[in-house]
């Protein structure tokens, strides 16, 4: 499915993918451990604020501890992640995927439900507070 959603320029590397999937994820409340993969996360690929930032908010809010943040816990937000981002993967595949949707059209559904009634107007009001 990754390689389908890149090779469709959807996302432009699997990084994207599961930035994206792993922020579904966590929105959805599906985080969703699995058999290691030959490849694990390289997490060279993350050098981004923005994708280490998703990856440590993910661990704080599910663990309600800022002390992820600390470089031994490394392990623990990269694992958080993989979960959530297995588990918004498989939110894409049920919800698009198997629906026999176009991925493009599938997925901008799939935003427009998400959204519902917050804007992303209130999502930075709500980070301006923090």
């Not at 390689?3 to 994207?16: V, Y």
């Not at 599906?30 to 280490?52: C, T």
């Amino acid at each position: 499915m990754l390689s389908e959603l890149r090779d469709e320029g959807i996302f432009p590397t699997f990084k994207d993918a599961l930035v994206f999937a792993a922020a579904l994820g966590f929105r959805r409340g599906n985080r969703q451990s699995f058999q290691k993969s030959s490849e694990p996360i390289d997490l060279e690929v993350f050098r981004g604020d923005f994708d280490r930032t998703i990856m440590s908010m993910i661990a704080i809010e599910e663990n309600k501890d800022p002390k992820m943040l600390a470089p031994s816990n490394e392990a623990e937000r990269v694992l958080c992640f993989e979960e959530y981002a297995n588990g918004g993967l498989e939110i894409m595949r049920r919800e698009i995927s198997e629906g026999k949707q176009d991925w493009r059209e599938g997925l901008l559904s799939l935003i427009h439900r998400e959204e519902g009634d917050q804007t992303i107007l209130d999502d930075i009001t709500e980070l301006a507070n923090f």
